[in-house]
Structure formats: structure tokens, C-alpha cells
């Protein structure tokens, strides 16, 4: 299994941030490549600039602790999948980490750049400002034992 993380800060309060991250149909508002989105239950389908669909299970939304945890079920060759979008405080402005697991580990490669440019696209929505990513892997790591 591969797992990637990308974080970046954001001169926003974290309560500003969550209300994007948290609404699973504000997606195509800051993650690039991603055309429309419908929800329905936990259910979101996302329709990429490509004219492909993205089908995910949303399994996770806690106000408390700032999580947002999604899944891809299709239609994407993935034996495993998990996203996990954080928004932390940080001193006022706001921390995101968005990491995810990923099988099989050839997909982490497509997928660590679409996180980041999502990172970047989410800092500049809130901002009003330029891109940037503070820190991510620069390769995907390797779980060792998990399936």
C-alpha cells in the first residue's frame, strides 16, 4: 500500500476552510480537473475534465476533529483507497493535510500530483492568492504489512 501526504498553511481560520472541505459538492471548487459533482447520501460522482467519472464513498465527516474521508469505488482499478483531508489550526490560519492510502501502489504516482495541485487549489481559493504547496512527499512510501 502507498501513502502520500501534502500539506500546505492557510491565512484562514480553520471554520472558513471546513466549510469547503467539508461539503462534499464544493469539490470542483478547488480541486483541479474535476468538471461536476452530484451527491447523493454518502454517494459522490464526480465527472472529470476528461468526461470520465470518479465514483466515491464518503465514509467520514466530523465537525469536531476537522476530518474529511472519502473512498474511491470506481471506476478506477483500486483494490484500496482512502483519502483524509485535515484542517488543524495553526496559530490562527489553518493547517491541511490531505494523505492518502492507495492499492494498488502504480496509482499512487497519478494520484500524489492530484493532491497536491488540490492543496494548492484549496489555499487559493480561501486566500485569494498564489499557490503553494509547503511540503509533500516527494515519492510515494511504502506500507510495509498492510494489505
Request: net charge negative; charged share 25%; proline share 3%.
Given at each position: 500500500m502507498a501513502s502520500l501526504r501534502?500539506?500546505?498553511?492557510?491565512?484562514r481560520p480553520p471554520d472558513e476552510v471546513w466549510a469547503l472541505v467539508s461539503d462534499p459538492g464544493r469539490i470542483?471548487?478547488?480541486f483541479p480537473g474535476m468538471e461536476t459533482v452530484?451527491?447523493?447520501?454518502s454517494t459522490r460522482t464526480i465527472t472529470l475534465?476528461?468526461?470520465l467519472p470518479l465514483i466515491e464513498e464518503v465514509v467520514n465527516v466530523d465537525p469536531r476533529l476537522r476530518r474529511f474521508q472519502y473512498r474511491?469505488?470506481?471506476?478506477l482499478p483500486v483494490?484500496?483507497?482512502?483519502g483524509t483531508v485535515?484542517?488543524?489550526d495553526d496559530d490562527g490560519a489553518t493547517r491541511v493535510v490531505y494523505s492518502t492510502e492507495i492499492t494498488p501502489d502504480p496509482l499512487a504516482f497519478v494520484i500524489d500530483g492530484a493532491i497536491a495541485a488540490?492543496?494548492?487549489g484549496l489555499k487559493t481559493l480561501s486566500e485569494g492568492g498564489p499557490t503553494a504547496v509547503t511540503s509533500r512527499t516527494a515519492e510515494p512510501t511504502r506500507t510495509e504489512g498492510a494489505s
Open positions: 501534502c500539506d500546505t498553511r492557510i491565512a470542483v471548487e478547488w452530484v451527491v447523493e447520501g475534465r476528461s468526461g474511491i469505488v470506481g471506476p483494490e484500496h483507497h482512502l485535515d484542517v488543524l488540490a492543496v494548492g
